[in-house]
């Protein structure tokens, strides 16, 4: 897993797939992703390319990764087949060795030349058939084109308000709706009720970072007070996101941020998927939900959310994360 390609490849599988998807694309390479080591869709890729590496499928979950996610595909940069991951099959899959190849070579052109002289026809020298080629390698294919079969699920869905802070992916298109506001939901925090005390320091700093930033978001919090969760960079963007696109997005100026409403749940609360050296992965699923009583704006998102975090003195810190979008449905 040290190469830029295998990792590359390893980034896409954990930005692009969900585990249901990985547990698919695992039945059609002949793998069982269950018995991969690892927990979670952090561990169980680095497994699954290591196994396809070790069986010889490697360039098989290349290929199939590009043809369910053509778009992100080309945008990861991973190198082609033919320069990037290398994939040497085991002893038991190779069929004959190079020198038994060329004798059969060797023979068939004899026999050919052989029956050209004797029937006075000339060979003619027929064109080559094409090769089975996906949308990715066709001559003339664009990524616009390619995108059309098959769009990834990243690239169609709507930018998340939180997780898009760090990507470049275009931003979303904010709707109204005339339904009327949800009874706002009880937000879970570190209570003794809920057996935080005794959970992981990652898992705590992950609930501790998401309540600061719902009262950042409104208001209540100065955002200096998000650095004790949030890396300084993430941090910056999140500030920039509250001061300017989020209330462009609810047609809100600076003055009437006292008159937002930001509520949000754990779906799937958050549990730790990873850990190594001095960092933590915790993963979750949320739903947040953006009202206020001026208009009828109203922004909802359930996503999956993938954080990775550092230990720094006794506690850690969110230092990056990425998310996929489940529904943008109010509930």
């Not at 991973?78 to 069929?95: A, F, M, V, Y």
């Not at 925090?189 to 898992?203: I, K, N, Q, S, Y």
């Not at 960092?279 to 954080?307: G, K, M």
């Not at 990775?308 to 006794?314: A, F």
Request: proline share 9%; charged share 20%; glycine share 4%.
């Amino acid at each position: 897993m040290n190469d830029p390609a295998t990792a590359k490849l390893r980034e896409l599988l954990l930005a692009e797939f969900t585990e249901a998807e990985l547990v698919q694309l695992c039945k059609e390479l002949g793998l069982n992703y269950e018995a991969l080591p690892g927990i979670g869709t952090f561990g169980k890729t680095r497994a699954l390319i290591e196994e396809a590496r070790v069986q010889g499928k490697l360039r098989l979950l290349q290929r199939r990764v590009r043809d369910l996610r053509p778009l992100a595909y080309l945008q990861s940069g991973i190198p082609t087949e033919d320069s990037g991951l290398q994939n040497l099959p085991p002893p038991s899959q190779r069929s004959f060795p190079a020198a038994s190849k060329r004798t059969t070579a060797v023979l068939i052109l004899f026999i050919g030349a052989a029956v050209a002289v004797v029937s006075g026809l000339v060979l003619l020298q027929p064109s080559p058939s094409p090769l089975m080629m996906d949308s990715a390698t066709q001559p003339g294919a664009t990524p616009e084109t390619i995108a059309t079969s098959n769009p990834p699920l990243l690239a169609e869905s709507p930018t998340p308000l939180i997780a898009a802070l760090p990507t470049s992916l275009p931003s979303p298109t904010p709707y109204a709706s005339p339904t009327p506001m949800p009874t706002p939901t009880s937000v879970p925090t570190a209570t003794p009720e809920l057996g935080l005390r005794d959970a992981h320091p990652a898992v705590r700093a992950v609930y501790e970072a998401n309540e600061r930033l719902r009262e950042f978001f409104i208001g209540k919090e100065d955002y200096r007070a998000l650095e004790s969760q949030w890396s300084s960079s993430l941090v910056e963007r999140l500030r920039k996101f509250a001061n300017e696109r989020l209330l462009r997005l609810m047609r809100l100026t600076p003055e009437q941020r006292t008159a937002l409403n930001v509520q949000f749940k754990y779906v799937r609360p958050p549990t730790l998927v990873d850990e190594f050296a001095s960092e933590a992965v915790v993963s979750t699923r949320e739903y947040w939900e953006y009202t206020t009583s001026l208009n009828t704006a109203q922004i909802c998102e359930t996503r999956d959310y993938s954080y990775r975090l550092r230990k720094e003195g006794d506690g850690y810190r969110i230092y990056a994360y990425n998310s996929r979008l489940i529904s943008s449905r109010c509930n």
